[in-house]
């Protein structure tokens, strides 16, 4: 919660910012870019690395690395150091990637849609209640280069809270080993791994290896990349960028398309991505009864709110009034948000929890993908209609739930997600 809002505070204002500066726009858009790629970029090895290093550590250099980050551009009086403070963040904010990490470190992977549906209800509500308070100190003197130290006293702070807590390595193997023992109570997947991924993981190093060589931290870091490269993963990604390309056109051109369909005014059109993302939240909070509902089938779950989400797209897309948009909006916040969720806990389900860290690093470099990717689809799918964007993300999503539907067996045997065999 404290990330998001700190974070949420900080990034609407950056541009206002930067131009303040003299940056033209072109500028602005090439150090906003570069940022972009360098998170493309990190977060795979970042996550890794945590594998190799454990999380405190990793989460506490993240950490950190970000205060600076943010305390940099507290200071920012030209372009250049303005660019400069964006380094140190685009490297090293993967602060969100290695707590859900540590988290599918800490709980049974029956209770993990649970408790990241609860995670990322919380972190929703630091990004909706940050740009307010951001706004709010704006309007006062020097207000952005309070508002980046205030940003990074929460990161110190968040530093603090994780130098604090209970780190106990004992109690995490034996609430593997009782999971393990569970037999039909939780998913088996972990216990038939025999992916090209677990080979990679044999050689990682201990969790004190902190201070080892760099070399040898670099070599086992490539070495789990490539297992993650050799890995049957291939498809689940797919669906992972194809779902999130759908979902940002459908954001993409929001208040610019309501304007010109229904005549409403941007500020509405806020309002309605407001309202969307405080559901978000309840969805969260709701994903325990949910996924029991399912009997704990994330694959299944996946495929419903997958085909949900592509129906309410569709609505969008050929919505006559007002009302149409609203009700698509409505359900649309539960089934993105459910998906979200599954698709995270089907990557940990496939690749086990030995390198979760990792898995959740390449799939948050594919989500970076898909918002390179997004504007220009966005922009040429415009030049057609203005229901270009979402129509376009009804046809991805639909060749998202094809592949879906064409690996059943694999993910699917008796209710629960497995491994395939080698």
Not at 123 to 131: A, Y
Not at 217 to 244: E, H, N, P, Y
Not at 291 to 302: E, S
Request: charged share 10%.
């Amino acid at each position: 919660f404290q990330d998001l809002f700190g974070v949420s505070m900080v990034v609407p204002l950056m541009n206002l910012h930067i131009k303040s500066l003299g940056a033209s726009h072109t500028v602005a858009g090439i150090i906003g870019s570069l940022y972009g790629i360098m998170q493309l970029f990190s977060s795979t090895f970042v996550g890794c690395w945590s594998d190799i290093v454990g999380r405190r550590y990793s989460l506490l250099a993240c950490i950190l690395l970000s205060a600076l980050g943010y305390f940099l551009l507290g200071t920012s009086t030209t372009v250049l150091l303005f660019a400069i403070s964006r380094v140190p963040v685009g490297i090293f904010k993967h602060t969100l990637s290695i707590s859900k990490a540590l988290l599918s470190d800490l709980v049974s992977e029956r209770d993990r849609p649970l408790v990241m549906g609860r995670f990322n209800a919380a972190s929703s509500v630091g990004f909706i209640l940050g740009p307010v308070v951001g706004g709010y100190l704006a309007e006062l003197e020097d207000g952005f280069y309070q508002t980046s130290f205030i940003c990074a006293s929460i990161f110190l702070l968040n530093a603090g809270l994780v130098w604090l807590l209970p780190w106990s390595e004992e109690n995490t193997g034996s609430r593997v080993h009782q999971q393990d023992s569970k037999g039909t109570d939780s998913f088996s997947a972990k216990a038939n791994c025999d992916l090209h991924l677990k080979s990679a993981t044999n050689g990682a190093l201990p969790s004190e290896s902190l201070f080892q060589s760099p070399w040898l931290q670099v070599v086992t870091v490539l070495k789990r990349i490539k297992g993650i490269a050799c890995s049957d993963l291939w498809d689940i990604l797919l669906v992972r960028l194809l779902l999130s390309v759908a979902i940002l056109l459908y954001y993409s051109n929001f208040s610019l398309a309501m304007e010109e369909r229904f005549g409403v005014k941007p500020l509405f059109s806020g309002y309605l991505i407001s309202y969307s993302s405080a559901l978000g939240v309840l969805a969260g909070c709701l994903l325990g009864p949910i996924t029991r509902l399912y009997q704990h089938n994330t694959y299944r779950l996946l495929l419903h709110s997958s085909t949900l989400t592509c129906t309410l797209v569709l609505l969008y897309a050929s919505a006559v009034s007002i009302w149409m948009i609203i009700f698509s909006s409505t359900f649309l916040a539960f089934s993105t948000t459910i998906g979200r969720t599954c698709i995270i806990d089907l990557e940990l389900t496939i690749g086990g929890n030995e390198a979760s860290g990792t898995l959740l690093g390449v799939g948050q470099s594919v989500t970076s993908v898909g918002r390179i990717i997004a504007p220009l689809l966005s922009g040429i799918a415009q030049e057609f209609s203005p229901c270009g964007p979402p129509s376009l993300g009804v046809g991805l999503a639909l060749v998202a739930i094809l592949i879906m539907n064409m690996n059943k067996q694999k993910y699917c045997s008796h209710g629960s997600v497995k491994l395939k065999k080698k």
